[in-house]
Nanobody, 127 residues
Framework: QVQLVESGGGSVQTGGSLRLSCLATGDTSISTCVGWFRQTPGKEREGVAAIRLGGGSPYYADSMKGRFIISEDYFKRTVSLRMNSLEPEDTAVYYC????????????????????WGQGTQVTVSS
């Protein structure tokens, strides 16, 4: 099992930035794929970005490319998501999740690939 705790959510105005962090403890390794997802009421959860705890090529959903930056610090077991140029449409609860078993690319395409989830952190962007 991997335990995940998100932090860094809050309220910002349009155009602002936030940095989310996800601390992963428990049964982690450098190959653990950590993904960020987000969900708004009435909508399905969508993938945002992903990266392995030990580094490697990051994955971004198309709508986040150029605005969001995912990074990792293996020694701190932390994956961060820097979100820039935020828009009201980015308002959501953001979750991090861990996939310990993927041998293919680390992506946030399918939430069913991730077996452990954090409780989420609220991000609110006001116009």
């Amino acid at each position: 099992q991997v335990q995940l705790v998100e932090s860094g959510g809050g309220s910002v105005q349009t155009g602002g930035s936030l940095r989310l962090s996800c601390l992963a403890t428990g049964d982690t390794s450098i190959s653990t794929c950590v993904g960020w997802f987000r969900q708004t009421p009435g909508k399905e959860r969508e993938g945002v970005a992903a990266i392995r705890l030990g580094g490697g090529s990051p994955y971004y959903a198309d709508s986040m490319k150029g605005r969001f930056i995912i990074s990792e610090d293996y020694f701190k077991r932390t994956v961060s998501l820097r979100m820039n140029s935020l828009e009201p449409e980015d308002t959501a609860v953001y979750y991090c999740a861990a996939n310990r078993y993927t041998t293919g690319p680390c992506t946030a395409v399918r939430e069913s690939d991730f077996e452990n989830w954090g409780q989420g952190t609220q991000v609110t962007v006001s116009s």
